[in-house]
């Protein structure tokens, strides 16, 4: 079946950046995600990139895709505290019938 | 308005008792989802309606029973579960179930006791 693959631990200091990783092997792959989760919290949709895009940037937030090496990423600027949370990336394509498939989550973890 | 509410929040029942969760979504998605997700993993999908009709069902044991009476409705109905179904219930919408953007509620905390 089709698989995404992410770090598990992410930590960085306040005020640096931080770049998220994720691996996918769905070759019909269409739409690629990246999911915020806080503790106790339900998922909320950061962002999304079309897969015929090389990048998208909203505010802090910068989404690079290489679709030759089937690697997205998620890099946070100037990284908070508020900033702290599980992130999942999630892809959605053809061989999974459009359902997402998710990665396992990245803990991003802030040090002061 | 893009939210989808999930009651309760939080739920403890015994292995006896039937309950039912509840997702709402005013958006005007016709796709709604529900999800399991245990403690730090991704959440599974379970059901998947598209117009009001399942679509989706992926070999959720009969315990769960999904129901959608109308667009903007998801409930689930809980009956007979064990100790290892607790965990974070998560409703989801789209505006179709191969959409772009998939929005979810907080979740509702189930405990099986």
């Known amino acids: 079946g089709e698989d995404v693959e992410q770090s598990l631990f992410l930590s960085v200091r306040e005020g640096d950046s931080s770049v998220i990783n994720c691996t996918y092997t769905d070759s019909s792959s269409t739409y690629l995600y990246w999911y915020k989760q806080e503790p106790g919290a339900g998922l909320q949709l950061l962002t999304y990139?079309?897969?015929n895009m090389d990048m998208k940037q909203d505010q802090r937030l910068t989404v690079l895709l290489n679709k030759k090496d089937k690697h997205l990423s998620l890099r946070i600027a100037d990284t908070q505290t508020g900033d702290s949370a599980i992130y999942f990336c999630?892809?959605?394509?053809?061989?999974?019938?459009?359902?997402?498939?998710w990665g396992a989550g990245t803990k991003l973890i802030i040090k002061p | 308005d893009t939210e989808v509410t999930q009651t309760p929040k939080h739920l403890v029942m015994g292995m006896t008792n039937k309950k039912s969760l509840k997702c709402e979504q005013h958006?005007?998605?016709?796709?709604m989802y529900w999800y399991k997700q245990k403690a730090k993993k991704p959440p599974e999908l379970m059901f998947v309606y598209s117009y009001e009709k399942l679509s989706i069902n992926e070999s959720v044991p009969s315990r769960f029973s999904p129901e959608c009476p109308n667009s903007s409705l998801l409930n689930l109905h809980l009956h007979a579960l064990q100790p290892e179904d607790s965990a974070l219930y998560l409703c989801a919408s789209s505006q179709r179930d191969r959409n772009t953007e998939a929005f979810f509620g907080q979740g509702t905390r189930l405990t099986v006791v």
């Open positions: 990139i079309f897969s």
């Open positions: 958006m005007g998605h016709r796709a």
């Open positions: 999630a892809e959605r394509g053809r061989d999974s019938n459009y359902q997402l498939i």
